[in-house]
């Protein structure tokens, strides 16, 4: 795995403001890459990311740290559809990189 694509992956995810979530998809989109190498950086991304808010494309929250992330997203308001983020209202799609001025 690129060290660039785990910065791009860390950057994505930070910018994911509270209450809101994206999917591994949303951020693939975002930075060019695909679902699944998404979710391989997210495993390699330290403890101060927010990693709860990076959701399944249903609104499935992860199930790895001990299945805290149920518990995190509530914590923050995130909209709920039973267990699973609604995705409608909570979605946050980040914004790529601006190309440069003329």
């Known amino acids: 795995m690129s060290t660039e694509i785990v910065a791009e992956v860390r950057e994505a995810v930070a910018a ?10 949303d951020i693939a989109e975002l930075i060019g890459t695909g679902p699944r190498q998404v979710g391989r950086a997210m495993g390699l ?11 399944h494309a249903d609104g499935t929250p992860a199930t790895c740290h001990q299945g805290q992330a149920p518990r995190l997203l ?3 308001g995130t909209p709920m559809r039973g267990t699973r983020v609604d995705m ?8 790529a990189p601006l190309p440069p001025s003329p």
């Open 16 to 25: 994911i403001p509270s209450g809101s979530v994206a999917s591994y998809g």
């Open 88 to 95: 409608r209202r909570a979605r946050h799609r980040g914004t």
């Open 74 to 76: 509530a914590e923050e």
């Open 45 to 55: 991304l330290d403890e101060g990311v927010p990693w709860w808010r990076v959701v």
